[in-house]
């Protein structure tokens, strides 16, 4: 790292490199977006048959209500269904199952089974302790991949900080363009390499994709950073996320203050942190 060169980052300007660029917003909105039908659906899957790998005990039990809840399967209305039994120890119970379809009339003797000795974990025959069955549990996707792209980016993230604090500022030719075979919002992302020298004239390469071609072909040499320790450490500037500046002083700074990186994550933070909360805490 050179000691020479350690430049003061303004806070939303290092939170928007943090937080910015379209694959990490990306991220973030299927995490939040995910979560909310995970909390619906996903803890709500019924998931009770990992304790039924035992023996079980059935009994005999009686209705005490049947509730439709506002959930269905299949336009199906799911039912809340509340009994009452006693087990052979002489312990009374009183739990309820969910069923598609079906309500129970009050009073109606039913069968209930239990793993043994946890007859806490009941349920009539044939129905769920959850609300939903275990293909509930396929949201679990949407918040998962949201987590991958936004962990795939913390490392390009942090490099950027890095390099913004610490990176020596030169410029880099373009020498190749590449097409790959992503494409963002109908337009194509290419991979571009740019060649460069370092402070003691030894020739590096840096590859940057991009779909926003304009940010890196509007001069014929663009601006890039990169870390005299380790010259293969760097970065185009203009594709670092809210564009930072580095002035003529060498201090970075950001033409204005950009919130909209921040707001995707802080909104889900305190959002899911606060239903967390309520639901767990309060």
Not at 150 to 156: L, M, V
Not at 196 to 212: I, M, P, R, Y
Request: aromatic fraction near 14%; charged fraction near 20%.
């Amino acid at each position: 790292m050179n000691s020479a060169i350690n430049r003061d980052i303004e806070f939303f300007t290092k939170c928007g490199v943090f937080f910015g660029g379209f694959q990490n917003q990306l991220g973030w909105f299927f995490f939040g977006f995910g979560l909310i039908f995970f909390w619906i659906f996903g803890m709500n899957a019924d998931l009770s048959f990992l304790r039924y790998t035992g023996n079980t005990i059935t009994v005999q039990g009686i209705a005490t209500d049947s509730i439709e809840t506002r959930f269905s399967e299949n336009e199906t209305p799911i039912f809340e269904n509340h009994y009452k039994f006693t087990t052979k120890e002489g312990i009374e119970f009183e739990e309820f199952s969910y069923s598609t379809g079906q309500d129970i009339q009050i009073g109606k003797t039913i069968t209930v089974e239990y793993p043994e000795g946890k007859p806490e974990y009941s349920r009539i025959v044939g129905m769920k302790r959850e609300i939903f069955g275990t293909v509930a549990l396929f949201v679990v996707i949407f918040p998962i991949i949201g987590l991958v792209y936004i962990f795939s980016n913390i490392k390009k993230s942090l490099r950027g900080i890095k390099l913004l604090k610490y990176g020596r500022l030169t410029k880099g030719k373009l020498i190749s363009k590449t097409p790959t075979n992503t494409r963002i919002n109908g337009q194509t992302v290419y991979k571009l390499t740019f060649h460069f020298q370092d402070a003691l004239g030894n020739k590096f390469f840096v590859s940057e994709k991009t779909h926003l071609l304009h940010l890196l072909e509007d001069t014929p040499e663009k601006r890039l950073l990169y870390l005299q320790s380790n010259p293969n450490c760097a970065t185009m500037l203009d594709t670092l996320p809210t564009a930072p500046l580095i002035d003529e002083t060498g201090n970075v700074k950001s033409l204005s203050i950009k919130l909209f990186p921040i707001l995707i994550p802080l909104a889900i933070i305190v959002g899911h942190g606060s239903y967390l909360a309520i639901k767990f805490i309060g």
